[in-house]
T-cell receptor, first 116, second 111 residues
Framework: DTGVSQDPRHKITKRGQNVTFRCDPISEHNRLYWYRQTLGQGPEFLTYFQNEAQLEKSRLLSDRFSAERPKGSFSTLEIQRTEQGDSAMYLCASSSPTVLGREKLFFGSGTQLSVL | DQQVKQNSPSLSVQEGRISILNCDYT??????FLWYKKYPAEGPTFLIS?????DKNEDGRFTVFLNKSAKHLSLHIVPSQPGDSAVYFCAASVNFNKFYFGSGTKLNVKP
């Protein structure tokens, strides 16, 4: 397992701009999750995929947020018209729940977004 | 809806002593629980897990206890080491679907 990779590590943007983050999960992990974490809080669920299918999206996620996993491998998370309240660490995780030992979430290092 | 709660934002213990981190949950359907450790500017790393069919799981210095009737789990670290200083999150899921996380407990192990 080479680990979950996220790019970029840091992103600074101005309010109103669009941003896109990428996540490469551990190969052969069929589940991919996006979480958001703010200071003093635990990771908050945003959405998750099984292969290329988006299975669930948080009710807290506004329509400015969209995620894709086009071929069931890497995923992108786009935020349109960013707001200062979007500033957070965006975490990606992958798992393979049918394989013993892989049912836990393996997290990437995250993308720290700052909206000025 | 805060389904997983960690009511102690911080904990300080002396090196060599036991650290006990607590977690409560409200959803009786949760059947799989995990503990994660997180350093600043890094993603959480997995520590230990427990299925609802068990009440205890050990891995080296780390032991997780599950009390289903009280909807409570705890993580014991014995002996605590300065390198254990980090933020600890508990998480829970139903059938390995989405995972709910607590707000974390910051552990400080003093040399």
């Amino acid at each position: 397992d080479t680990g979950v990779s996220q790019d970029p590590r840091h992103k600074i943007t101005k309010r109103g701009q669009n941003v896109t983050f990428r996540c490469d999960p551990i190969s052969e992990h069929n589940r991919l999750y996006w979480y958001r974490q703010t200071l003093g809080q635990g990771p908050e669920f945003l959405t998750y995929f099984q292969n290329e299918a988006q299975l669930e999206k948080s009710r807290l996620l506004s329509d400015r947020f969209s995620a894709e996993r086009p071929k069931g491998s890497f995923s992108t998370l786009e935020i349109q018209r960013t707001e200062q309240g979007d500033s957070a660490m965006y975490l990606c995780a992958s798992s393979s729940p049918t394989v013993l030992g892989r049912e836990k979430l393996f997290f990437g290092s995250g993308t720290q977004l700052s909206v000025l | 809806d805060q389904q997983v709660k960690q009511n102690s934002p911080s904990l300080s213990v002396q090196e060599g002593r036991i650290s006990i981190l607590n977690c409560d949950y409200t959803n009786s359907m949760f059947d799989y629980f995990l503990w994660y450790k997180k350093y600043p500017a890094e993603g959480p790393t997995f520590l230990i897990s427990i299925s609802s069919i068990k009440d205890k799981n050990e891995d080296g210095r780390f032991t997780v206890f599950l009390n289903k009737s009280a909807k409570h789990l705890s993580l014991h670290i014995v002996p605590s080491q300065p390198g254990d200083s980090a933020v600890y999150f508990c998480a829970a899921s139903v059938n390995f679907n989405k995972f709910y996380f607590g707000s974390g407990t910051k552990l400080n192990v003093k040399p």
